[in-house]
């Protein structure tokens, strides 16, 4: 019996050996993501700013009627309750919540209190060397890699250690490395480039 578990013991220890090495040597797998951590740049994302499409929940302390669900619209204003439009485009949820705060106490309400939180993002967009390329909706924490899964995964020519990432807003797309942490954000344009062979 302790021959049994001698051996059991050995076979395990040398499959372990034998998946580290070929790790180590990088012949897992002939598609390969970088595991290395994002850059100092890439993990400070800065703080959400608003855009036209995130529909957001305003609530108004104490005034139901003004409470509700309200879209950013294309030109990044939010129409609310008495008040008519906010801007919120370019804002943060704090920004945005200050900024309703002094609309409403200009004549409408004393010690307004607001709160905001985004219900729905605007969506990100995948295009290039991945099966199924399109607008897909944003989730909290998206990254590149979760989010070439949900476009079905990197086709058979797709570079798997680069991304080319194109702002909500900015002029161009930039390159970051593709690493499992690298962060999309709602707008996105990402595009997986193709390898050279």
Not at 34 to 45: F, G, H, I, M, T
Not at 73 to 90: F, K, N, Q, T
Request: net charge negative; proline share 5%.
């Amino acid at each position: 019996m302790r021959g049994y578990y001698m051996v059991r013991m050995i076979a395990a220890l040398a499959a372990g050996l034998f998946i580290i090495g070929c790790v180590s040597t990088g012949t897992t797998s002939e598609v390969s993501v970088d595991l290395a951590p994002a850059s100092q740049e890439l993990r400070e994302v800065s703080e959400y700013r608003l855009g036209s499409g995130d529909r957001l929940r305003v609530i108004v302390f104490g005034e139901d009627a003004l409470s509700g669900e309200y879209t950013v619209d294309g030109s990044g204003a939010v129409s609310l309750p008495l008040i008519g439009e906010v801007r919120a485009g370019g804002l943060t949820l704090r920004e945005f919540q200050r900024a309703a705060e002094s609309s409403l106490s200009e004549g409408y309400l004393n010690d307004p209190r607001v709160s905001a939180e985004v219900m729905n993002f605007r969506p990100y967009y995948i295009m290039g060397e991945v099966r199924e390329p399109g607008e897909y909706p944003f989730t909290s924490g998206l990254t590149v890699v979760n989010a070439v899964a949900t476009a079905g995964g990197f086709s058979y020519r797709a570079n798997t250690r680069r991304v080319f990432i194109k702002r909500a807003g900015a002029a161009q797309e930039e390159e970051f490395p593709l690493t499992v942490s690298t962060p999309v954000q709602p707008g996105d344009t990402i595009r997986i480039g193709e390898r050279f062979f």
